[in-house]
């Protein structure tokens, strides 16, 4: 198994998360011409929103081809999908940067949280993760995960079976500069989240 999963999460919101997903995101295609899949795991879709720009995501989110309508349809509804038909290409304006892909988000990832907690369905849930995620590292070289702030059950899942887990450690400025791969990289500082790293196999 390829460990190129990387889960980008701070229990707090506003300290630069997106920027620094997008930033990544936009150099490995552009600077080391690897194919990137960004999954937004936000409840507020920003990651979303600056690469697929509003019109694309008001239409695969009015359609439920989103990271939560692939979700609902694993683990609520219990039907197969091919998670592949939910991933948007041609999503960054960057023209180096054209082997980007996004598994857009959904605002209404918290009222999903709240139906799958109505229905104690937090192992399949955690199971559909794993294995979501084991397939997306079969076919893309780097994996790039936005989570929701705080320890929610999805984002607990996302941390339980990524490689790598990467936190801000300090808030943007009151206005950010625009953003970009070189300052992505600039406008915040990143460590290792500092929690064990498990495997999908051990995952309950």
Same mark, same amino acid.
């Given at each position: 198994?390829?460990?190129?999963?990387?889960? =980008?999460?701070?229990?707090?919101?506003? &300290?630069?998360?997106?920027?620094?997903?997008?930033?990544?995101? +936009?150099?490995?295609?552009?600077?080391?011409?690897?194919?990137?899949? &960004?999954?937004?795991?936000?409840?507020?879709?920003?990651?979303?929103?600056?690469?697929?720009?509003?019109?694309?995501?008001?239409?695969?989110?009015? +359609?439920?081809?989103?990271?939560?309508?692939?979700?609902?349809?694993?683990?609520?509804?219990?039907?197969?999908?091919?998670?592949?038909?939910? =991933?948007?290409?041609? =999503?960054?304006?960057?023209?180096?940067?054209?082997?980007?892909?996004?598994?857009?988000?959904?605002?209404?990832?918290?009222?999903? +949280?709240?139906?799958?907690?109505?229905?104690?369905?937090?192992?399949?849930?955690?199971?559909?993760?794993? &294995?979501?995620?084991?397939?997306?590292?079969?076919?893309?070289?780097? =994996?790039?995960?936005?989570?929701?702030?705080?320890?929610?059950?999805?984002?607990?899942?996302?941390?339980?079976?990524?490689?790598?887990?990467?936190?801000?450690?300090?808030?943007?400025?009151?206005?950010?500069?625009?953003?970009?791969?070189?300052?992505?990289?600039?406008?915040?500082?990143?460590?290792?989240?500092?929690?064990?790293?498990?495997?999908?196999?051990?995952?309950?």
């Amino acid at each position: 198994m390829k460990q190129n999963a990387i889960a =980008v999460m701070n229990t707090k919101g506003g &300290v630069g998360k997106s920027t620094i997903v997008l930033g990544l995101a +936009e150099t490995l295609s552009a600077d080391h011409h690897l194919n990137v899949l &960004v999954i937004d795991s936000d409840a507020q879709a920003s990651i979303s929103y600056m690469l697929a720009g509003p019109k694309r995501l008001t239409d695969v989110q009015t +359609e439920g081809r989103t990271l939560v309508g692939l979700l609902d349809e694993y683990v609520v509804k219990q039907r197969s999908a091919d998670w592949l038909d939910y =991933v948007m290409s041609g =999503v960054s304006d960057v023209d180096d940067a054209r082997s980007v892909y996004l598994l857009p988000g959904d605002t209404e990832l918290t009222l999903f +949280e709240g139906a799958v907690s109505k229905v104690a369905a937090e192992p399949p849930l955690r199971r559909a993760i794993s &294995v979501l995620l084991d397939e997306a590292r079969s076919v893309f070289d780097v =994996v790039l995960i936005d989570c929701l702030p705080g320890l929610s059950v999805v984002t607990e899942s996302w941390l339980r079976v990524s490689d790598y887990h990467l936190s801000p450690i300090c808030a943007p400025t009151s206005s950010p500069p625009a953003a970009s791969p070189s300052s992505a990289a600039s406008s915040s500082a990143i460590r290792r989240w500092d929690l064990p790293i498990t495997s999908a196999s051990s995952s309950p």
